[in-house]
């Protein structure tokens, strides 16, 4: 994995799908009761595979967390609470409304959102950007991550930190 930074946004190369399951382990430990993660990138760039390795990282078994296409929010029991929900087959911004997310946008859940792009409009002001795209090899994702919001931002911070420690062997990094 390489890292290249910026003031509350950081950009990370992952290497194959178990680096991203480990980066969202890692990431899990970044998050606060209440944080938002919107996802946003093209079909098989890695959003899922990610979601589980948070998932993991709060104490859900891997063979548990699925993509929710088809149920569009799946809840698991974590601590605090995970929820993921999956955008994909939503065809009109309209539609949003109807799934009762805004209930989850609060303490003590933890909400990731993939194809947040769909609801753009729709997401609080305060939650972490991440676009996952192709690399340049079959395996390699390119994520980039900003704080849109204070809490957001010091999550950014909290994430740069653990990978400067706990992440110095399994991901080094690199300043471009």
């Known amino acids: 994995m390489t890292v290249s930074k910026h003031p509350s946004s950081l950009t990370v190369r992952l290497d194959s799908p178990l680096k991203t399951m480990e980066f969202g382990q890692l990431l899990a430990k970044a998050l ?23 998932g993991v990282g709060l104490g ?40 009762g997310l805004v209930e ?6 933890i909400v990731i959102i993939e194809w947040a792009e769909r609801m753009h409009d729709a997401l609080p002001t305060d939650h972490l950007c991440l676009e996952f795209v192709y690399g340049e090899q079959q395996d390699t994702r390119i994520v980039s991550i900003h704080g849109a919001g204070p809490k957001s931002q010091t999550a950014v911070d909290r994430i740069q930190t653990l990978l400067s420690h706990e992440g110095q062997h399994t991901f080094p990094q690199v300043n471009h």
């Open 104 to 109: 989850y946008f609060q303490e003590p859940y």
């Open 32 to 54: 606060t009761d209440g944080s938002i993660l919107a996802l946003t990138g093209e079909l098989g760039s890695g959003k899922t595979q990610f979601t589980r390795g948070i």
């Open 60 to 99: 859900v078994p891997e063979e548990q967390i699925t993509s929710p296409t088809f149920t569009l929010i799946q809840e698991y029991p974590s601590s605090p609470p995970l929820i993921h929900v999956d955008l994909y087959r939503l065809e009109t911004p309209g539609e949003i409304g109807s799934l």
